[in-house]
């Protein structure tokens, strides 16, 4: 078994990768995935070429086959081979946190920042999974988390769009520039807020984010926060409202709609949230654009008593 280092986070270090021989904890090799490709080798052994070479490869990097991949690159597949959308070996082992084949394929002279034709680096494709330990050893190795991909999204941004708290903490902490938005306007900031996550709001605004800074369509965290997804547990979207609120972040701001907080909750039938807004001293009387106001914006009886009490 291919054996690497144990990583130790340092601030504004970066480590050398290879310090010291312990076991991995990333995600094991799928061994009948691994079969399948070592028959499939095996299958095609006699009339091989670069082309099912590296399509090999893919297979057994994106299935942590870290044996078959050492194989397959000493028999002449190319580690700068890439698929249909460009994605290269390194690029799908890094989206699975196989991380002994990233290892292993960094040593081979794979190219770390390396995007897909969607602009995605190994270690946004990591950071998008929440592939922790990747995301760690991607960094200590070299990998540049300020480059975006086509939409502009960045690891920080995709670990915060998808809910990966952890991984956000690490970019985080590894300097990651929390101000930096997506094409659509929208930063970490705002997807954390929309996801329910108050801890990782906590931590953004720890690195001097305005709390009212305006982001697409004038949305602020607290609006992002009011309106949060729906699979965002009551509690959590509750406990990031409240956080925000504690952090100052003003009522009366209002989006490009017109429409501030507490019609967006209402609107989006989160009675607990329109309570703790209305409790805050949020204006009830407050009108939209369209002269609406939360009251004939609510999604639901639930919301209507939680504004007129």
């Not at 997804?229 to 990031?240: F, L, M, Q, S, Y």
């Not at 009387?285 to 914006?297: P, Y």
Request: proline share 2%; hydrophobic share 50%; with cysteine.
């Amino acid at each position: 078994m291919l054996r690497t280092v144990r990583l130790v986070r340092l601030a504004g270090l970066l480590l050398a990768v290879g310090i010291a021989a312990v076991p991995l904890r990333a995600p094991a090799a799928e061994e009948p995935a691994c079969s399948q490709v070592e028959a499939d080798y095996a299958a095609e052994r006699d009339r091989i070429n670069a082309r099912t070479l590296s399509f090999l490869l893919f297979d057994a990097a994106e299935n942590g086959c870290a044996a078959l991949v050492d194989r397959l690159l000493t028999e002449g597949a190319s580690i700068k081979a890439r698929n249909r959308i460009g994605n290269t070996a390194l690029i799908l082992s890094s989206r699975m946190g196989h991380v002994e084949v990233v290892d292993l394929l960094l040593k081979r002279g794979a190219v770390i920042d390396q995007p897909n034709l969607n602009g995605v680096t190994p270690l946004l494709a990591a950071a998008t999974r929440g592939r922790e330990q990747a995301v760690e050893f991607l960094l200590a190795a070299g990998a540049d988390q300020t480059f975006a991909d086509n939409r502009g999204v960045t690891p920080l941004i995709a670990a915060a769009f998808e809910g990966h708290e952890s991984v956000a903490r690490i970019l985080i902490d590894s300097g990651a520039d929390t101000q930096r938005v997506d094409e659509t306007g929208k930063g970490a900031l705002v997807y954390a807020a929309g996801h329910g996550s108050a801890s990782l709001v906590d931590l953004l605004l720890g690195t001097g984010l305005d709390v009212d800074r305006r982001y697409g369509n004038d949305l602020t965290a607290l609006m992002w926060a009011a309106g949060h997804a729906d699979e965002v547990a009551v509690a959590d979207g509750v406990a990031t409202v409240e956080l925000l609120l504690a952090k100052g972040a003003r009522l009366d701001l209002a989006d490009n709609r017109g429409r501030n907080a507490l019609m967006i909750a209402a609107g989006r039938g989160h009675a607990e949230i329109v309570k703790r807004l209305v409790a805050a001293g949020a204006d009830a009387a407050s009108r939209d654009k369209e002269g609406k106001t939360a009251f004939d914006l609510a999604a639901d009886d639930a919301v209507k008593t939680a504004l007129v009490r």
